[in-house]
């Protein structure tokens, strides 16, 4: 509530931030628990995995949706790194790279 009054979000935005953080949570152990490695190894999964597992090999992950998926983790962990709930270094969420975006 706090960010989507500070950042005057529209319901649909904040639809889209959980439900990435929701999707993320397919990627990577239980958020307090993430250590750095679980972040890239995490990162690496939605970059390189299938939507339909590997007997499907060909429906990989759009670069938008990898795109925004790094776009709203990275705000997500500084704000876990600032609540006190998470002991990740912020100096290595602000190294995770986003990729290019798909100009479509």
Same mark, same amino acid.
Request: aromatic letters at 12%; proline letters at 7%; glycine letters at 2%.
């Given at each position: 509530?706090k960010?989507? @009054?500070d950042?005057?979000?529209s319901q @649909? ?5 959980l439900?990435?953080?929701l /999707?993320?949570?397919?990627f ?7 250590t750095?490695?679980?972040? *890239?190894k995490? &990162? ?14 060909t /429906?990989? !992950? /759009?670069?938008?949706y990898? !795109? ?8 997500f !962990?500084l ?5 006190? *709930?998470s ?5 290595? &969420? ?9 100009p479509m």
């Amino acid at each position: 509530m706090k960010r989507r @009054a500070d950042k005057d979000l529209s319901q @649909a935005r904040v639809t889209k931030l959980l439900w990435t953080l929701l /999707s993320w949570r397919r990627f990577v152990p239980p958020f307090r628990q993430n250590t750095r490695l679980n972040l *890239y190894k995490g &990162i690496d999964k939605v970059k390189n995995e299938t939507q339909k597992g590997p007997q499907d090999p060909t /429906s990989h !992950y /759009s670069k938008n949706y990898v !795109y925004d998926t790094v776009t709203i983790v990275k705000p997500f !962990y500084l704000w876990m790194i600032d609540a006190g *709930y998470s002991t990740l270094k912020e100096k290595d &969420i602000l190294a995770l790279k986003r990729p290019k975006r798909d100009p479509m």
